[in-house]
């Protein structure tokens, strides 16, 4: 959904998030997700610019669902800050970071995603709960990805992404550390092969 970031477009764009959620069965996250939605695009108001162009992008994917707020500004990066008790603002990201499992900032070529999860309760798409590892790695690369040039993003589930780009993420990631453990001395060799053989080893016990 597109929207102009205005305190008025708050009120429209919490509806349709019930409305979804509703029609999704997650009546339960509806308050919560309410919430996160209103503090991202506050941010928006706030520290971008009243007027600014932007859009929301609701998604639910089994054990998560994920709420994104799209702006133009990849200047103005949102951040955790510790408010004093008098101040009126600065608690809306931290609000987030304690209402949702995590939340993260992807930066693209000419816009940026603010993003968060919160867990529906539900199992994947599979018939299986999320697999704590792959939930760990899409982590490291959504924060590899802040240390990266603008040019670089990355976003899970390729179903937003095409194939090619979110194994050009990975592999970015993987080149870096065989680069770390080169400067340190390392075999770089011998690790590939011992974390292939943790890897089949893990897919051995997900076979019985």
């Avoid at 509806?15 to 339960?28: I, K």
């Avoid at 690790?191 to 016990?205: F, G, I, M, N, P």
Wanted: charged share 25%.
């Amino acid at each position: 959904m597109s929207f102009t970031a205005h305190p008025e477009e708050v009120a429209r764009l919490r509806r349709a998030v019930r409305l979804h959620l509703v029609a999704w069965g997650l009546d339960a996250l509806v308050d919560t997700a309410q919430l996160c939605v209103s503090e991202l695009v506050s941010n928006i108001v706030t520290h971008v610019g009243t007027g600014t162009p932007g859009s929301l992008v609701l998604s639910a994917e089994g054990a998560r669902l994920r709420v994104e707020v799209h702006d133009p500004d990849t200047r103005a990066l949102p951040t955790l800050v510790d408010a004093e008790v008098e101040e009126e603002g600065g608690r809306g990201m931290a609000l987030v970071d304690a209402l949702t499992d995590r939340w993260g900032v992807q930066l693209c070529d000419d816009h940026k995603v603010t993003w968060c999860e919160l867990a529906t309760g539900l199992t994947s798409p599979a018939g299986s709960t999320v697999d704590p590892s792959v939930t760990r790695a899409e982590a490291l690369l959504n924060m590899y990805a802040t240390l990266r040039p603008p040019t670089w993003s990355h976003e899970s589930g390729l179903g937003r992404v095409g194939r090619a780009v979110a194994e050009e993420s990975v592999i970015d990631v993987i080149t870096d550390f065989l680069r770390w453990l080169r400067t340190h001395g390392c075999d770089a060799d011998e690790v590939l092969d011992r974390a292939q053989s943790r890897y089949e080893a893990t897919l051995s016990v997900g076979r019985r």
